[in-house]
């Protein structure tokens, strides 16, 4: 498992703190209501926002329970979500399509994601 570097670990977990302090605080909780909703102390709740530390995958779930938010929303930008908006119609329309439809769909992105990758490689060569 490759550690993560220190600076890019800082930013990560700046990331996360800012993000859980600004959605705790517009859901109008308190670190220690907070504390109290997931049945943590509240000194976890302040080294999480401070950026100390990060909470584990069963903290994490528990946090974004009792902040109505999904997980994600605490982890990533918005841009880091989900398809562009553009693509987002379209991924929309292929859950119309039939079993062997959306198969099809599949197997021309995947054609076209390893072609890119390919490409990408050669060029770096």
Do not use: C, W
Not at 92 to 119: P, R
Request: proline share 2%; glycine share 4%; aromatic share 4%.
């Amino acid at each position: 498992m490759k550690l993560i570097s220190t600076p890019l670990r800082v930013l990560i977990l700046m990331s996360f703190s800012k993000r859980l302090t600004t959605v705790r605080k517009g859901k109008g909780l308190t670190q220690q209501q907070m504390a109290e909703v997931i049945g943590i102390h509240l000194s976890q709740v302040k080294r999480y926002e401070s950026g100390e530390t990060q909470p584990s995958l069963d903290v994490l779930r528990k946090i974004a329970l009792a902040l109505n938010v999904s997980a994600d929303t605490l982890l990533f930008d918005e841009e880091e979500r989900g398809p562009s908006e553009g693509f987002r119609m379209q991924f929309e329309a292929i859950t119309q399509f039939s079993d062997d439809e959306k198969i099809v769909a599949k197997q021309v992105l995947d054609s076209l994601i390893l072609q890119h990758t390919a490409n990408r490689l050669a060029a770096k060569k």
